[in-house]
T-cell receptor
C-alpha cells in the first residue's frame, strides 16, 4: 500500500461517543498533519507533528486529541463532539516542514456528529 | 497575516480548451511557496504544482502551468487541453516563514463535452 491512508472513510457518532480517526503514511515522511474541511470554508490546520513531536496546535478544542506514536501513524481521538464538528478530516504528510515540501493528503474521513 | 484569495467559486470549460483559475495571495514573507491542489469528489487532495517565490521560471507539470506574477501577488493555475477528469475543486495554497500551509476557499471546475 502506498501514499497516505485514512480509516474509517465515513463515521457517524453521537455527541457522547468516543471514537478515533487513524492515518498512516507509507512515504517515509517526517511530518504529519490534521486538517478540518467544513463546507464553504478553507481547510483549517488543526495539528502538526514533526518527528513525532507536536509542533502546532491551532487553538483546537480539547475534545480533539491527537496522538503520534511513530512517524508513520497519526491518530485523532474524538470525544463529546458537537454537531458543528461535522466535517471532512484530512490527514497529510510531508518530507519536512520547509517551504518547498509539498504535503500529500489521505482521502479523508467524513465525520457526522448527531 | 497570510491570506489566499480565490475569487471564482465556479468555472466551466469545454473539453480540450484551456482554463485559468485565479489565485492571489498576501504575505510579508520574502521567501514562500505556492501550491495548487485538486480535490475530486472522492475527497483526496492531490498535489499538482509548486512555485517558489525565488523561482524565475513559471512552474510547469504536464498540462498544468502556474502563471506567477510576483509584483501582482498572483499565482494563477492554467490547465491546457481540459479533460472530463479535470472536473474537481481546485485549491491554491501558500506556505511562508511560519511553515503553515494556508488554503484558499477553492474553485469548482466543471469540464463539459
Amino acid at each position: 500500500e502506498t501514499g497516505v491512508t485514512q480509516t474509517p472513510r465515513h463515521l457517524v457518532m453521537g455527541m457522547t461517543n468516543k471514537k478515533s480517526l487513524k492515518c498512516e503514511q507509507h512515504l517515509g515522511h517526517n511530518a504529519m498533519y490534521w486538517y478540518k474541511q467544513s463546507a464553504k470554508k478553507p481547510l483549517e490546520l488543526m495539528f502538526v507533528y514533526s518527528l513525532e513531536e507536536r509542533v502546532e496546535n491551532n487553538s483546537v478544542p480539547s475534545r480533539f486529541s491527537p496522538e503520534c506514536p511513530n512517524s508513520s501513524h497519526l491518530f485523532l481521538h474524538l470525544h463529546t463532539l458537537q454537531p458543528e464538528d461535522s466535517a471532512l478530516y484530512l490527514c497529510a504528510s510531508s518530507r519536512g516542514q520547509g517551504i518547498g515540501n509539498e504535503q500529500f493528503f489521505g482521502p479523508g474521513t467524513r465525520l457526522t456528529v448527531l | 497575516a497570510q491570506k489566499i484569495t480565490q475569487t471564482q467559486p465556479g468555472m466551466f470549460v469545454q473539453e480540450k480548451e484551456a482554463v485559468t483559475l485565479d489565485c492571489t495571495y498576501d504575505t510579508s514573507d520574502q521567501s514562500y511557496g505556492l501550491f495548487w491542489y485538486k480535490q475530486p469528489s472522492s475527497g483526496e487532495m492531490i498535489f499538482l504544482i509548486y512555485q517558489g517565490s525565488y523561482d524565475e521560471q513559471n512552474a510547469t507539470e504536464g498540462r498544468y502551468s502556474l502563471n506567477f506574477q510576483k509584483a501582482r501577488k498572483s499565482a494563477n493555475l492554467v490547465i491546457s487541453a481540459s479533460q472530463l477528469g479535470d472536473s474537481a475543486m481546485y485549491f491554491c495554497a501558500m506556505r511562508g516563514g511560519a511553515d503553515k500551509l494556508i488554503f484558499g476557499t477553492g474553485t469548482r471546475l466543471q469540464v463539459f463535452p
